[in-house]
């Protein structure tokens, strides 16, 4: 069965599973004892730190372990922002980053910091401008990913970083995806990762400080990793980690690999808006991660979307509301402006074979088809309905009075039922004339208005009702 979301956890490495299971019969010590278990124990956790601070580009000094990437980041996130607490209090960070910057950024808020989010273009990318405008005197730390976890996009670390030191502010770069293609360019401050995501086992984060950069350890701690993760370390998962993650960057078939990859994924990009009608790919199409991409279905449940691929074989994952036990919409596609329903997200692991993707083609056009139909979108086509001419429309003169709307009860119906009941009805109303959607989904903010850009139609705003919201939609064609 193929496996397409190595963004979530990739398969453990042949490597990290050797590693593993060698390391459970010498590494079960404590490193801090001097007795000869507690040496050789010792000798494996440095080992495997030198072998990661190499990887990220860092003194194995400055790096420490902890039990996770969420760790990493809410650690380094309290560190950074308590050292600088005297310079200022505001923390900057990209509308899309990962939501343990969010829940960080929650925290250092309720105990009296303030945060300012970045705002991001259509392809999920903040600009380097944007951020210059943003720093500050009483800037203490700004967060942003290397690349983003749902649609692969890559940010502009190093112009970022460039303009961190030139107004002396660190930077904290989450490196959770990127890490196994290569380091991190330019002059962060901290960066952490997660093992998982590139095939060590789960369990395992990596927090790098810069010397230089001021920290401040928050809650309890003890000796162990320099102070910044207390409690006693899993040595063989951080063998397994460090040791999978050397072999991934040191084998010369890495650079081969990640290019194929990233025809593989260029291939999906291209051929999904040809195979399904009402497609959007999301994402940076050129600065992103080789393996992933994302792209959202018009009309498409997302959960019964990935129901049905998992029953025809592949294993994918989905930012869309409709997979989601909060019914809110992701906050990467939210914050992009993008299509939320029937979204999905390929990532592909190492070693991904050309025939599984080829099935994938194959095998999505005709699940895609039948949840629309379940839905009742037309078969002919899920737009032909807006493009239809309403009767009189030719005849209508310019001066013609304000054209009537019409109003569409969608309350109590989730996505992507208040998409489609707005698609069946755009062409009663004549050119000019509107359509008033009510419903209390929080994806209908999201949906309509991506709905209205994907058919040309004119999205005119949303309005308070009795229960949820209003959205009118004018018709432009």
């Given at each position: ?8 956890a ?5 490597v990290?599973r050797?590693?593993?299971l ?18 050789r124990?010792?000798l494996?956790?440095d080992a ?11 003194r ?8 996770s990437?969420t760790?990493?980041?809410h650690?380094g996130?309290?560190?950074a922002l ?7 209090r505001?923390l900057l960070?990209s ?10 950024a929650e925290v250092?808020?309720a105990?009296g ?11 999920g ?21 290397s690349a983003?976890?749902e649609?692969?996009?890559?940010q502009?670390v190093e112009?970022?970083a ?10 904290l770069?989450d490196?959770a995806?990127s890490?196994p293609?290569?380091?991190v360019p330019?002059?962060?401050s901290?960066l952490?990762a997660?093992?998982h995501?590139?095939?060590g ?5 990596l927090?790098a400080?810069r010397?230089?950069t ?5 809650g309890?701690?003890?000796e162990?990793?320099s ?7 899993n040595?063989?998962?951080?063998v ?5 993650l050397?072999?991934?960057r040191?084998g010369p078939e890495?650079?081969?690999e ?8 260029d ?6 808006p040809?195979l ?5 790919v999301?994402g ?7 393996h992933l ?7 498409v449940?997302?959960e019964?979307?990935?129901?049905e691929l998992d029953?025809a074989g592949?294993?994918v ?6 997979t989601?036990s909060t019914?809110?919409p ?9 299509l ?7 990532s592909?692991p190492?070693g991904t ?6 099935r994938f ?9 039948a949840?629309?139909?379940r839905l009742?979108v037309?078969?002919?086509g ?5 493009e ?9 003169p ?5 054209p ?14 208040p998409?489609?009941e707005l698609?069946?009805?755009i062409?009663?109303?004549p ?6 959607v009510?419903?209390?989904d929080?994806a ?5 208005p991506a709905w209205?850009t994907?058919?040309?139609q ?5 309005r ?6 209003a959205?009118?939609v004018?018709?432009?064609?």
């Amino acid at each position: 069965m193929p496996y397409f979301d190595a963004a979530s956890a990739a398969p453990l490495h042949p490597v990290a599973r050797e590693a593993l299971l060698a390391s459970l019969d010498e590494g079960w010590a404590d490193p801090a004892r001097l007795y000869r278990e507690g040496r050789r124990a010792r000798l494996l956790l440095d080992a495997a730190r030198e072998a990661a601070a190499e990887a990220v580009g860092c003194r194995p000094d400055e790096l420490v372990f902890t039990p996770s990437g969420t760790q990493a980041v809410h650690t380094g996130v309290s560190g950074a922002l308590a050292a600088r607490r005297r310079a200022g209090r505001r923390l900057l960070y990209s509308a899309v980053e990962h939501s343990c910057v969010l829940h960080a950024a929650e925290v250092h808020e309720a105990a009296g910091g303030s945060r300012t989010e970045l705002a991001v273009d259509r392809t999920g990318r903040v600009a380097p401008g944007e951020v210059a405008a943003a720093l500050g005197p009483d800037t203490a730390l700004v967060a942003l990913q290397s690349a983003n976890h749902e649609v692969g996009t890559a940010q502009p670390v190093e112009e970022v970083a460039a303009l961190c030191r030139e107004a002396a502010v660190p930077l904290l770069v989450d490196a959770a995806q990127s890490l196994p293609w290569g380091p991190v360019p330019g002059a962060w401050s901290l960066l952490t990762a997660s093992a998982h995501k590139w095939g060590g086992p789960p369990g395992v984060g990596l927090l790098a400080v810069r010397k230089g950069t001021r920290f401040a350890p928050q809650g309890p701690r003890d000796e162990r990793e320099s102070g910044r993760s207390a409690g006693f370390e899993n040595i063989p998962a951080v063998v397994a980690a460090a040791a999978s993650l050397r072999a991934l960057r040191a084998g010369p078939e890495t650079g081969d690999e990640a290019a194929r990859l990233r025809r593989l994924v260029d291939r999906i990009r291209t051929r999904v808006p040809q195979l399904v009608p009402d497609v959007e790919v999301v994402g940076d199409p050129v600065r992103r991660l080789p393996h992933l991409v994302t792209f959202s279905c018009l009309y498409v449940d997302g959960e019964a979307l990935l129901h049905e691929l998992d029953r025809a074989g592949f294993s994918v994952s989905s930012g869309s509301s409709c997979t989601s036990s909060t019914l809110t919409p992701s906050h990467v596609l939210r914050a992009m402006g993008v299509l939320s329903e029937g979204n999905v997200r390929v990532s592909l692991p190492y070693g991904t074979a050309e025939a599984d993707v080829e099935r994938f083609l194959e095998v999505l056009p005709r699940v895609v088809r039948a949840v629309r139909e379940r839905l009742g979108v037309p078969a002919a086509g899920a737009g032909e309905a807006a493009e239809a001419a309403a009767p009189g429309d030719a005849s209508e003169p310019a001066e013609a009075a304000e054209p009537a709307g019409l109003v569409v009860d969608s309350l109590g119906k989730r996505c992507p039922v208040p998409v489609i009941e707005l698609a069946k009805v755009i062409g009663e109303v004549p050119v000019g004339g509107t359509v008033t959607v009510l419903s209390d989904d929080e994806a209908a903010r999201q949906d309509i208005p991506a709905w209205c850009t994907m058919r040309d139609q004119e999205y005119v705003g949303e309005r308070a009702a009795e229960r949820g919201a209003a959205y009118v939609v004018r018709r432009r064609a």
